[in-house]
């Protein structure tokens, strides 16, 4: 199956400071979504993004499709963006989501 | 924006029961998930359902587990007899067409004690 590696497992910030999460996926793909899990545990979606750029405050995510890696970016953190980012990618259209281990992210006041 | 609601938000079993995670997809939406995570580990899929019907399950959908679509808006995840190890995050996801992005619920925390 389709293997989703994230990087780095865990990144400790603070607030204020800049970030980028990386997630490698091992065959081609056409969705990929990022997640922020909450600390009650809600997976909430920050983006749907098969290819290309998109911005949504002081997040931003980028897919390069071709080679098989997305990039999420967190600008002028705080603390409420602390949890765990999961990026998750299909087999294919409507299968399966595999999800990556995640990258745990603190931010501290 | 539309949601996928789970209820209930947290359910304390004891082993041998039988549970019902219920899940109200977003109401266009034709493909229904559930996924699970043990605390701490990411998260799994466990089936798929479409046109009321399994479209595909992983190895962890074992018999305990059952999925049924009861009427045209509830999509219900049963374990027939808890084990411990089903201690965990039950999430329920929707999407209207293929390719399209997935809505995840809230997650319905299972303990089994």
């Known amino acids: 199956g389709i293997q989703v590696e994230q990087s780095p497992p865990d990144l400790i910030l603070q607030e204020g400071a800049n970030s980028t999460l990386r997630c490698n996926f091992s065959?081609?793909?056409?969705?990929l979504q990022w997640f922020h899990q909450n600390p009650w545990g809600q997976l909430i979606n920050l983006f749907y993004?098969?290819?290309g750029t998109k911005q949504n405050g002081r997040l931003s995510a980028t897919t390069v499709a071709t080679e098989r890696y997305s990039l999420l970016y967190i600008s002028s953190s705080q603390t409420t963006d602390s949890g765990v980012y999961f990026c998750?990618?299909?087999?294919?259209?409507?299968?399966?989501?595999?999800f990556g281990e995640g990258t745990q992210l603190t931010v501290n006041p | 924006e539309p949601e996928v609601t789970q209820t209930p938000s947290h359910q304390v079993t004891q082993m041998g029961q039988e549970v019902i995670l219920r899940c109200v997809p977003i109401?266009?939406?034709?493909?229904f998930y559930w996924y699970r995570q043990i605390l701490g580990q990411k998260v799994e899929f466990l089936v798929s359902?479409?046109?009321?019907?399994?479209?595909?399950k992983s190895e962890i959908f074992d018999d305990q587990f059952s999925v049924e679509r009861p009427d045209g808006s509830n999509f219900t995840l049963k374990i027939r007899s808890t084990k411990l190890e089903d201690s965990a995050m039950y999430f329920c996801?929707?999407?209207?067409?293929?390719?399209?992005?997935?809505?995840f619920g809230s997650g319905t925390r299972l303990t089994v004690v």
């Open positions: 993004i098969p290819s």
């Open positions: 996801a929707s999407i209207r067409v293929l390719g399209g992005g997935y809505t």
């Open positions: 065959d081609s793909v056409n969705n």
């Open positions: 359902f479409y046109n009321n019907e399994i479209s595909e």
């Open positions: 998750a990618v299909p087999r294919t259209s409507g299968s399966r989501l595999t």
């Open positions: 109401s266009n939406h034709l493909y």
